[in-house]
């Protein structure tokens, strides 16, 4: 039995993916329309705030998991909270569609939510 070859896919979920969807297909998975998510995103203080927001990692997490959660955009997880928020997506579902694990997941939408509260 050899190694399989594990091909590494970007994310099938993104907000660059997002923001080319037609209006009510944006509207169906985050709740906002695109420019009500844009005003969101610079009411919770923009690229300002939202690239230095601070994640809470476990000591234990691998080095390969950290350079994939710097290949999401700070709008990438606000778009992933909204869709976990408005569809109820569990954290494995989405941890899939954006590759990312579940735990990673967890902390971009506990940290987003508690920035909005």
């Not at 606000?78 to 902390?107: H, K, Q, W, Y």
Request: with cysteine; net charge negative; charged share 30%.
């Amino acid at each position: 039995m050899g190694e399989e070859n594990v091909v590494e896919t970007g994310p099938f979920l993104s907000y660059s993916k997002g923001k080319w969807m037609c209006e009510d297909d944006f509207r169906f998975v985050t709740g906002l329309s695109q420019e009500d998510f844009e005003v969101l995103y610079e009411f919770l203080g923009g690229d300002e705030v939202c690239e230095h927001l601070k994640y809470e990692n476990d000591s234990k997490t691998p080095a390969k998991e950290m350079s994939k959660l710097s290949r999401h955009t700070p709008r990438d997880r606000l778009f992933m909270t909204l869709v976990r928020i408005r569809r109820g997506v569990p954290l494995r579902d989405l941890g899939f569609l954006v590759n990312l694990s579940e735990g990673a997941v967890s902390r971009f939408c506990y940290t987003w939510i508690r920035l909005m509260r």
